[in-house]
């Protein structure tokens, strides 16, 4: 198995192969910030060491690469580890290839092409997650006040563990990560309004008048597509819910999490 996660700057190879770990280990100590696309690109041409040296079981797992090799790489990575299971240097019995992106607009750049197969996931579930709560040590809130303003994304709940459980650091973190305050700067007065409503109702977006902000947003990774389909086959995990204004879901559009959402509502000035 061959794992890599630019953003939180993480990678593995899980193999016999000695050679194999040794050159992402060399590869791991000369990685910077901007050389870890060299990283992404690594993983797919281990795995195919891997599959050369004999091994007959072989998974490439990327998880957020896009943003570190840019959304006109997205198409050609993917066709890569596609190759790896069309074009393998020898006979194998299981390749899996699985790409996870929380980012809306290369989601949409892949599903351009029929050679990828796509699903969704969601959040955790309410009991998956709580499971996960009870699993970190020391004092914390209260699990629903939790649930609330992270509406069973993971990230956040690390995120917020780290912070000490202070909302309102992970909140600041977000205005400054996502440049919010220059984003809601450069919107027009009917682009604002918009948006506005849109905190309380993201479907809001999902007009003539609405898309294009409804792109802005999903660029900014601060909203996501539903797909229409909540079929739970059609899933990777459990669907979200029909509706759920607490958490900041609709029926077409959802921001990423509340706190998202709340970082938005506190760089508008609009009262919670």
Do not use: C
């Amino acid at each position: 198995m061959v794992y890599v996660n630019p953003v939180e700057k993480e990678a593995m190879a899980e193999t016999g192969i000695t050679d194999v770990k040794a050159r992402l280990m060399e590869i791991l100590r000369e990685a910077t910030a901007n050389t870890w696309v060299r990283v992404a690109w690594a993983v797919v041409d281990m795995a195919r060491e891997i599959m050369k040296a004999g091994a007959k079981k072989v998974a490439v797992l990327a998880d957020d690469v896009f943003q570190a090799i840019g959304l006109d790489k997205v198409a050609i990575y993917v066709k890569g580890l596609l190759g790896l299971i069309e074009y393998p240097p020898r006979t194998y019995d299981i390749v899996i290839a699985v790409v996870a992106t929380s980012e809306g607009v290369s989601k949409r750049e892949i599903g351009r092409h029929r050679w990828a197969n796509m699903r969704p996931m969601w959040n955790m579930p309410r009991e998956g997650f709580k499971q996960l709560y009870e699993q970190l040590p020391g004092d914390k809130p209260d699990f629903d006040v939790i649930w609330r303003i992270t509406g069973g994304n993971p990230k956040m709940l690390v995120e917020l563990y780290r912070a000490g459980w202070n909302t309102e650091k992970v909140t600041s973190d977000l205005i400054i990560s996502k440049n919010l305050k220059a984003f809601t700067a450069s919107l027009s007065d009917g682009e604002r309004q918009l948006l506005i409503k849109a905190i309380e109702d993201p479907d809001t977006l999902m007009t003539r008048d609405g898309i294009p902000l409804m792109n802005k947003l999903l660029e900014q990774n601060l909203i996501t597509e539903i797909p229409e389909r909540r079929d739970p086959w059609y899933w990777t995990g459990e669907p979200p819910p029909q509706k759920d204004p607490e958490l900041g879901i609709g029926k077409d559009l959802a921001w990423q999490t509340p706190l998202h959402r709340e970082a938005v509502r506190r760089v508008l000035g609009v009262p919670g």
